[in-house]
């Protein structure tokens, strides 16, 4: 809501100083978003006369002239070409800053003749584009006087935010009521006398659809002359950012921003039939006054004459009745709408008009008569014409409301113990609240008709087993919800920056976690790869169903049936087709090393079973040279980076066992699946299959990795605290000989399996064959690491547990202990 300072003093008398009722504003709950004073960059610049003009001796394009600002000739040197004596200017002496250029002025010499101060444009005023020449005045402009007083632009542009509940504050006359009440001066009196019809009106209402229109008033005017608005009522208009269009519309302009009672005028002369018909829409096109085309449904209200749909009611007019410069006659409507029907017009067909702003937040109904009375006579007086008796359709509702305030409330739940009842009481009363009954501990009130928001009937949703209990529950609801309304008009008054800010209380000792299980899994997953020197890709979860063929025979439920491109038209079967996407793009850049993660759906089937939260991974062309060696790209490369993953969210490695049956667009030979036992996979890896890597014209070699997220089990219990042993670990080194074809990973199960209770790690630190070996053999060096904790362990102890790892592992694997001849 915008208002400028003077329209705001024609309502309210005030000699506080704007930053006072700014700050009041914000405290009283109408928070002030800006201020624009265009007068405070224009304050310098005074009305000039030209007195003399003659050509620049030095300069043809220039012009030297005699300016006289209400004091001493000034010396100005200027190229406008409409520079001339006897013209009224705008005038900047030096040390003035020229908002236009961002310079600030100072005396000099411009080619040998002295220049102090400078002639304006509007465009270095800062007011508009024009350039090609200075401002010209009227002859009658006072020489010395202030421009921007002189213009009317020394008047500040204050814009408040409105909370939905406050229609009454989309006025000037609300606004003004509330600083008034807060004691930054009085309310003005306003009132509306009786214009008297000199005819019937020849135009009627019907009202067809009472629920959306329960009251109707209308009033024809003839006679009259349409046209420009004088320069009071354009200014005002213009000032707030609405552009001024013709008087007529112009009034009705002013009456919603003033009075926050929206008036709608229709040009009589294009109106058919006698009557104008507030009812339901029919599926009808209108062209509105913002040159769309709209269609009215059933759930729309509209106003229709014989030929159609002429307006839509409460929302925007239609351009076939608009008011034109050669409209003589003039049908003013003044109607009371249903705010939800208006809202849900509004919002469906997306049009946001300072009616519709108004109707959905309720509108006074009680301000009816006097409106359509004060816009009948300043359309008299600016038109001139002649007015009918008034059109009436329907009965104005039932709008008293009454409500309650215990005065102990204040303190209980608005949280301020130093108001005193009748402090409160003052307040409500300046706000317009009418006392009815008053004792020690409550007051009664009857709110007052602008006020819609307070003590107003709302439907209860109750539970099935109160059913029974509705109209009691109802009364007792709508009771604390108008004692509510009251506390805060008074907290209001009272300033809310004086209410002690409550921290709410904690729910538990300990703050309950914030992130589901799955949003953690996911910020730990893109912690840990993007600490792996992977850089995270974030791509649309479709892609081109040939790319999408790469990886999975491509379903047909899964085409998109109106893709944002053509080549995003297939649901993607793995964070994989894009991360090879972007990987191809990075590779014909230049890029040499490639590393890049994401973490995103894919999809099987359409259904939400079908939808997977996958961490995928590719690293692709030759890593970053550098004198310590590096390792080069393979499946095991890809392994580590699910394994960290798997790690990292608290899997732990002995559960797991890699097999190799992984997808058919890894390498069959290069790749594996990584299982916790032997039906969950939880991720999946290897070298990306040639065929593949040539389709996506990848550089060699080129590694990728797979990890299901969301089949991530939970943890049953607790990790409990990790217990660090007093006593030394113990390690034995074994060297296993085993058949080519048995997993290193076989011999490491066995071997951790031959007493947990000892045996704290296992690793393999050597894989080494020789031609000494047995064809089809290999060595398999493995450290186990005992960790007793209660006690030394004895040499026979040690040994007993190397005899049951030696056993172990050839049960499991047949692998034998290599000799030392061996």
């Not at 020229?98 to 005023?125: C, D, F, H, N, Q």
């Not at 008053?438 to 087993?465: H, T």
């Not at 490695?653 to 997808?663: I, N, V």
């Amino acid at each position: 809501m915008k208002f400028t300072l003077s329209w705001l003093r024609q309502h309210l008398e005030t000699d506080a100083p704007l930053a006072a009722l700014t700050d009041t504003l914000s405290a009283i709950g109408l928070e002030v978003e800006g201020v624009e004073d265009r007068g405070a960059a224009l304050a310098p610049f005074r009305i000039a006369e030209v007195l003399a003009a003659v050509p620049h001796p030095n300069a043809d394009r220039l012009r030297a002239c005699q300016v006289s600002a209400g004091g001493e000739r000034v010396s100005v040197v200027c190229g406008a070409p409409n520079a001339r004596a006897g013209m009224k200017a705008v005038f900047a002496p030096p040390g003035s800053f020229i908002p236009g250029s961002g310079i600030t002025l100072k005396t000099g010499e411009i080619r040998g003749v002295t220049s102090a101060g400078m002639l304006l444009s509007l465009r270095e005023m800062g007011l508009g584009e024009d350039h090609d020449g200075i401002v010209e005045l009227p002859a009658d402009a006072p020489v010395g006087a202030s421009y921007a007083s002189w213009a009317g632009l020394d008047d500040p542009v204050i814009e408040i935010a409105v909370t939905p509940n406050r229609g009454d504050a989309l006025s000037v006359r609300g606004i003004a009521r509330d600083l008034a009440a807060a004691g930054l001066g009085e309310l003005k009196p306003w009132t509306a006398p009786e214009v008297a019809g000199g005819f019937a009106s020849p135009l009627g209402w019907a009202i067809d659809w009472p629920e959306a229109c329960p009251w109707v008033l209308g009033r024809l005017i003839r006679g009259l002359r349409n046209g420009p608005s004088p320069r009071w009522l354009a200014e005002r208009l213009r000032s707030v950012g609405l552009r001024p269009i013709n008087t007529l519309v112009d009034i009705t302009n002013f009456f919603t921003l003033d009075l926050g009672r929206p008036l709608h005028v229709f040009d009589a002369g294009k109106l058919a039939g006698p009557t104008l018909t507030l009812r339901a829409g029919r599926c009808e096109n209108l062209r509105a006054l913002d040159g769309r085309d709209y269609v009215a449904t059933p759930a729309d209200c509209v106003i229709a004459d014989a030929t159609g749909v002429q307006s839509l009611a409460g929302v925007i007019g239609g351009a076939a009745s608009g008011c034109e410069a050669a409209t003589n006659s003039v049908f003013v409507e003044c109607a009371l709408f249903d705010p939800v029907r208006i809202g849900q017009t509004g919002r469906r067909l997306q049009i946001a008009s300072d009616a519709r702003q108004r109707f959905e937040r309720g509108i006074d109904a009680a301000l009816m008569r006097p409106a359509l009375e004060a816009a009948t006579r300043m359309i008299l007086d600016l038109c001139g014409g002649a007015a009918s008796t008034v059109a009436e359709a329907g009965a104005a509702p039932a709008w008293r409301r009454e409500a309650s305030l215990r005065f102990a409330r204040l303190e209980s739940f608005g949280g301020v113990a130093d108001l005193a009842p009748e402090t409160a009481v003052g307040y409500l009363e300046k706000l317009g609240f009418t006392p009815l009954a008053r004792d020690a501990a409550r007051v009664r009130v009857a709110v007052p008709s602008w006020r819609r928001d307070i003590a107003a009937a709302g439907p209860l949703d109750l539970a099935p087993a109160l059913q029974a209990q509705r109209a009691t529950l109802t009364e007792a609801a709508h009771e604390m919800e108008a004692e509510a309304d009251l506390i805060e008009e008074v907290l209001r008054l009272h300033r809310l920056d004086r209410v002690p800010p409550v921290s709410l209380p904690p729910l538990a000792a300990v703050p309950q976690p914030s992130l589901t299980p799955r949003q953690s899994r996911t910020a730990l997953a893109r912690r840990g790869l993007a600490a792996r020197g992977l850089v995270e890709a974030v791509s649309f979860s479709f892609t081109d169903r040939q790319s999408a063929a790469a990886f999975a025979e491509p379903a047909a439920a899964l085409g998109l049936l109106n893709p944002i491109a053509t080549d995003l038209g297939q649901m993607r079967p793995t964070p994989l087709a894009s991360l090879a996407q972007a990987a191809r793009r990075n590779a014909a850049r230049g890029q040499t090393a490639i590393a890049l993660f994401e973490i995103g759906p894919a999809f099987t089937d359409p259904t939400p079973q079908g939808q997977h939260l996958i961490a995928a991974g590719l690293r692709c062309g030759a890593p970053a040279r550098h004198w310590i060696a590096t390792r080069k790209l393979d499946a095991i490369a890809a392994k580590a980076d699910a394994l960290a993953v798997l790690l990292a969210l608290g899997i732990a490695e002995e559960s797991l066992s890699a097999t190799r049956d992984a997808p058919g667009f890894y390498h069959p030979g290069r790749s594996g699946v990584l299982r916790q036992g032997p039906k969950l996979v939880l991720a999946q890896f290897g070298e990306l299959h040639p065929s593949l890597r040539a389709a996506f014209d990848l550089p060699a070699p080129a590694v990728g990795f797979e990890v299901f997220l969301d089949r991530i089990p939970e943890p049953k219990r607790r990790r409990r605290a990790l217990a660090l042993a007093a006593l030394q670990p113990v390690r034995r080194d074994f060297a296993f000989l085993a058949d080519a074809d048995t997993s290193a990973e076989a011999v490491l199960r066995a071997a951790r399996g031959a007493d947990r209770a000892l045996i704290a790690e296992v690793a393999l630190f050597d894989v080494y064959a020789d031609e000494g070996m047995a064809e089809g053999e290999r060595s398999l060096g493995v450290e186990v690491v005992l960790q007793p904790r209660e006690r030394a362990l004895t040499d026979a102890e040690i040994e007993a547990v190397c005899a049951r790892v030696i056993g172990a592992v050839a049960k499991a694997t047949g692998a034998r202990l290599r000799s030392e001849s061996a």
